[in-house]
């Protein structure tokens, strides 16, 4: 089965700067690998998909790439601001029905 | 649209007891599935439905129960409630047709056993 690992340790940047965090996969390369942002006490929510023919995916002020040589994908937001903070979970899909292995996420903090 | 809603937010069990957890979509979707989410640990499935009547395994499905009657509702049971079980739940939905679409999360329910 895909194993998911993502920086446990938060990451702490100042406002303005890019944060780029990291999805490493183990196993097979997944058709497609999504992203999603999940705030204290709420469930995650949606924010990117990037398929395994994509290099790279943007949405306003988020990129994502995709990099099946390295079995990873990045995840960065320019010009973080202090609303960005949250947990980032990236997912990849396992099996059949659409079902999606999880990683552990990675928090990130940004400050002023 | 509501989404995905998820009822009750908290309860707290004594160890045996029993309780189902409701959960509500009302975006037509076909599939649907539960997590529970471990601190510090990914979410991990429990069960999934792709559609009415049609329910199977996920990851970590030993102590719980799911039925799909309808499109819109999927209950998560859980039967003599253990220590284990405590830990935050969520149920999210997904439309299906061709091609990989997201899931859409409820608020979760944090269920407590003692």
């Known amino acids: 089965s895909q194993k998911i690992e993502q920086n446990s340790e938060a990451l702490n940047i100042q406002e303005g700067k890019t944060a780029t965090l990291t999805c490493n996969y183990t196993?097979?390369?997944?058709?497609?690998l999504q992203w999603y942002r999940q705030d204290p006490g709420r469930g995650p929510v949606f924010l990117l998909l990037?398929?395994?023919?994509?290099k790279e995916k943007r949405k306003e002020r988020l990129k994502v790439t995709f990099d099946t040589t390295l079995k990873q994908s990045l995840f960065h937001i320019t010009a973080s601001q202090p609303a960005d903070s949250a947990t980032y979970l990236c997912?990849?899909?396992?099996?059949?029905?659409?079902?999606?292995?999880f990683g552990t996420g990675t928090r990130l903090q940004v400050t002023l | 649209n509501a989404g995905v809603t998820q009822t009750p937010k908290f309860r707290i069990l004594k160890i045996g007891q029993s309780m189902t957890l409701q959960c509500a979509q009302d975006m037509n979707h076909n599939y649907m599935y539960w997590y529970r989410q471990d601190p510090g640990m990914g979410l991990k499935l429990i069960y999934y439905?792709?559609?009415?009547?049609?329910?199977d395994k996920g990851e970590v499905p030993n102590g719980y129960n799911v039925s799909r009657s309808t499109t819109e509702d999927f209950p998560l049971r859980l039967e003599l409630a253990a220590p284990s079980q405590t830990s935050v739940y969520f149920c999210a939905s997904s439309y299906q047709n061709r091609g990989p679409h997201e899931q859409y999360f409820g608020p979760g329910t944090r269920l407590t056993v003692t």
């Open positions: 997912a990849t899909p396992t099996g059949t029905a659409s079902k999606l292995t």
């Open positions: 990037i398929r395994e023919n994509e």
């Open positions: 439905s792709v559609g009415a009547g049609i329910t």
């Open positions: 196993n097979y390369s997944p058709a497609y």
